[in-house]
């Protein structure tokens, strides 16, 4: 079974710090993503990865920055945190993109900043 | 506009029972329609899909209906059991989109009374 890693369950940031939020897939899938999920908002991409070193902005990606090293690992970056980015993050990957397959998510990363 | 809608936040039925969940959606292009289940402290999980050349596709206790005409795709479980009590995200996908790019809505959640 494909597992997808998020290093961190909570997180708890002051305003104006960076964070890192790092993800792990270990399939060899090509594809990786990012969304946030908000109430009443359902899950909105901010920023995937077709490729190592490859990104591609989603619906919500200001204040957001991504980078992919390598293949299994996918960090999102924010680069100074606000409190409106308080939300659950959840990383996903699939091996080819291909619209009818099947995203694998991680376990998701609740982020608090104040 | 958002183009995925789950009109029903919550949803509560005794065990053994139907369960429906519904969807709807405005984007014609939409060909290609999955649910996730996602159960606290855990990222969703794929359930089942259908694509727009069927109207129905059944696994188990599952089955989706997709009404192209009307939009709508519902999620049948039955009998219901307390263990499908989760949270449940109908996405959209069109065309050759990447399936991290689909549209998903806000997400039902769903309790199983024993």
């Known amino acids: 079974d494909v597992k997808v890693t998020q290093s961190s369950r909570y997180l708890v940031k002051r305003t104006g710090e960076k964070v890192f939020l790092e993800c792990v897939q270990d399939m060899d899938h090509e594809n990786m993503f990012w969304y946030r999920q908000d109430p009443g908002l359902g899950l909105r991409l901010i920023y995937f990865?077709?490729?190592?070193?490859?990104?591609e902005k989603g619906d919500i990606p200001e204040g957001y920055s991504v980078s992919r090293e390598k293949k299994e690992r996918f960090s999102l970056i924010l680069e100074s945190a606000s409190t409106n980015q308080t939300s659950m993050y959840l990383c996903a990957s699939t091996f080819s993109g291909a619209t009818n397959e099947k995203l694998f998510f991680g376990s998701g990363t609740q982020l608090s900043v104040l | 506009d958002q183009q995925v809608k789950q009109n029903s936040p919550s949803l509560s039925v005794q065990e053994g029972r139907i369960s429906i969940l519904n969807c709807d959606y405005t984007n014609s292009m939409f060909d290609y329609f999955l649910w996730y289940k996602k159960y606290p402290a855990e990222g969703p999980t794929f359930l089942i899909s259908?694509?727009?050349?069927?109207d129905k596709n059944e696994d188990g206790r599952f089955t989706v209906f997709l009404n192209k005409s009307a939009k709508h795709l519902s999620l049948h479980i039955v009998p219901s059991q307390p263990g499908d009590s989760a949270v449940y995200f109908c996405a959209a996908s069109a065309g050759n989109t990447n399936a991290g790019k689909s549209t998903f809505g806000d997400g039902t959640t769903l309790t199983v009374k024993p």
């Open positions: 259908i694509s727009s050349i069927k």
């Open positions: 990865s077709y490729d190592v070193k490859m990104k």
